[in-house]
């Protein structure tokens, strides 16, 4: 039973419950684990399962919130959701969160609902705003890139955004790497430095250090936030011995049953091993992983309980690896 009035723990920011690293050239710390509300959301998904967790997650000192103008199902309900729990529950506490949002992807039919240009960025983040019962949002991403609209245009769009005080700072997610460059220097020059760059990185998808989008971040003085750290549950516990009915490769929405092959599942189970001989979960070892590489400001984590999320948060005390231990985590890999 979840209490009606939510009063958050006196020790959420206490030694060791949480860690903060500093967001690139900037003024905003962010804790080590984010939550993002991409999945277990939506509207049909129990509004008292998304508030127990939504309260987990801030008690335990996590103050930065992802959304997206399309996450759900249906588009706007996880947006939807969290302006509800944020008007029962964390109104008092809106200068304790940083909250994010973002518009790129379809989200309203006919050819102002998706992409990057000016008309549907502000008209986006006016709706993200109702729906969260916000005045503003911490910070408004441009959540891919549009190969048709000027990328002036898109940016532009940011910096005026930034401007009129409906987010904090402006962020970019997924830009390959030449257009990201060039982005980086247009907001510079604007004064609306890139707060954060937000890209896929785990140890099954590195293609953001291969493709040098991570040190680039790093030379620009703009954090990097990871998502899908556990590859969507693919580096867990979840599939060691089937596909659950309540997992999201049951759902197959956006990771399907048939990609978890016996091969994936044989490489889990050694990465299962080598994350018992480190004393951790699998999903532990594997956001300690990428939070082990210290250009990395924060991970996006998502779960569908308070129990994988508080499994999850452990992963902080214990993010160094020996030489020895990449290695079987490599070899596993393949
Ligand atoms: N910018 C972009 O384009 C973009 C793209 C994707 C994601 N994102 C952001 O990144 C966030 C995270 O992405 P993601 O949801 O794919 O993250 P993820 O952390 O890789 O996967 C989350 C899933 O893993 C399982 N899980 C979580 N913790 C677990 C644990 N301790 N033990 C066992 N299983 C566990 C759950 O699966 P079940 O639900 O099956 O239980 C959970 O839904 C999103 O919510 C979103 O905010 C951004």
């Given at each position: 039973?979840?209490?009606?009035?939510?009063?958050?723990?006196?020790?959420?920011?206490?030694?060791?419950n949480?860690?903060?690293?500093?967001?690139?050239?900037?003024?905003?710390?962010?804790?080590?684990?984010?939550?993002?509300?991409?999945?277990?959301?939506g509207?049909?998904?129990?509004?008292?399962?998304?508030?127990?967790?939504?309260r987990?997650?801030?008690?335990h000192?996590?103050?930065?919130?992802?959304?997206?103008?399309n996450?759900?199902?249906?588009?706007?309900?996880?947006?939807?959701?969290?302006?509800?729990?944020?008007?029962?529950?964390?109104?008092?506490?809106?200068?304790?969160?940083?909250?994010s949002?973002?518009?790129?992807?379809d989200?309203?039919?006919?050819?102002?609902?998706?992409?990057g240009?000016?008309?549907?960025?502000?008209?986006?983040?006016?709706?993200?705003?109702?729906?969260?019962n916000?005045?503003?949002?911490?910070?408004?991403y441009?959540?891919?890139?549009?190969?048709?609209?000027?990328?002036e245009?898109?940016?532009?769009?940011?910096?005026?955004?930034v401007?009129?005080?409906?987010?904090?700072?402006?962020g970019?997610?997924?830009?390959?790497?030449?257009?990201t460059?060039?982005?980086?220097?247009?907001?510079?020059?604007?004064?609306t430095?890139?707060?954060?760059?937000?890209?896929?990185?785990?140890?099954?998808?590195?293609?953001?250090?291969?493709?040098g989008?991570?040190?680039?971040?790093?030379?620009?003085?703009?954090?990097f936030?990871?998502?899908?750290?556990?590859?969507?549950?693919?580096?867990?516990?979840?599939?060691?011995?089937?596909?659950?009915?309540?997992?999201?490769?049951?759902?197959?929405?956006?990771l399907?049953?048939d990609?978890?092959?016996?091969?994936?599942i044989?490489?889990?189970?050694?990465?299962?091993?080598?994350?018992?001989?480190?004393?951790?979960?699998?999903?532990?070892?594997?956001?300690?992983?990428?939070?082990?590489?210290?250009?990395?400001?924060?991970?996006?984590?998502?779960?569908?309980?308070?129990?994988?999320?508080?499994?999850?948060?452990?992963?902080?005390?214990?993010?160094?690896?020996t030489?020895?231990?990449l290695?079987?985590?490599?070899?596993?890999?393949?």
């Open positions: 039973m979840i209490p009606p009035v939510y009063s958050p723990a006196d020790e959420r920011y206490s030694d060791g949480m860690s903060y690293r500093r967001c690139g050239r900037s003024g905003i710390l962010l804790p080590e684990i984010s939550l993002g509300l991409w999945h277990n959301f509207a049909g998904d129990p509004l008292s399962r998304s508030r127990e967790i939504l987990y997650a801030f008690d000192g996590i103050t930065h919130f992802d959304l997206a103008n996450y759900g199902p249906p588009y706007g309900s996880a947006e939807q959701t969290f302006g509800e729990i944020f008007r029962t529950d964390f109104r008092p506490y809106r200068d304790e969160m940083f909250i949002t973002k518009a790129g992807y989200m309203w039919p006919g050819p102002y609902g998706n992409w240009s000016r008309k549907y960025l502000m008209a986006s983040l006016d709706q993200s705003l109702r729906r969260m916000l005045d503003y949002v911490d910070i408004f441009i959540h891919r890139f549009d190969p048709e609209t000027p990328i245009e898109t940016l532009q769009a940011l910096v005026d955004i401007r009129s005080g409906k987010a904090l700072y402006a970019i997610s997924r830009w390959p790497l030449e257009a460059k060039l982005a980086f220097e247009y907001l510079d020059r604007r004064d430095h890139c707060l954060l760059f937000q890209d896929r990185l785990n140890m099954l998808d590195r293609s953001s250090v291969y493709s989008i991570l040190e680039e971040t790093q030379q620009a003085g703009v954090g936030i990871a998502f899908s750290p556990l590859a969507q549950g693919l580096l867990t516990n979840r599939y060691l011995h089937g596909v659950p009915s309540d997992s999201r490769a049951a759902q197959g929405r956006f399907k049953a990609t978890i092959t016996p091969e994936i044989r490489r889990t189970r050694e990465l299962n091993d080598i994350a018992e001989s480190r004393r951790q979960s699998l999903a532990q070892m594997a956001i300690s992983w990428v939070l082990a590489d210290k250009r990395v400001t924060s991970v996006i984590a998502g779960c569908s309980s308070i129990n994988q999320l508080a499994d999850t948060i452990c992963a902080i005390k214990h993010t160094d690896f030489q020895e231990e290695a079987l985590i490599d070899n596993a890999i393949g």
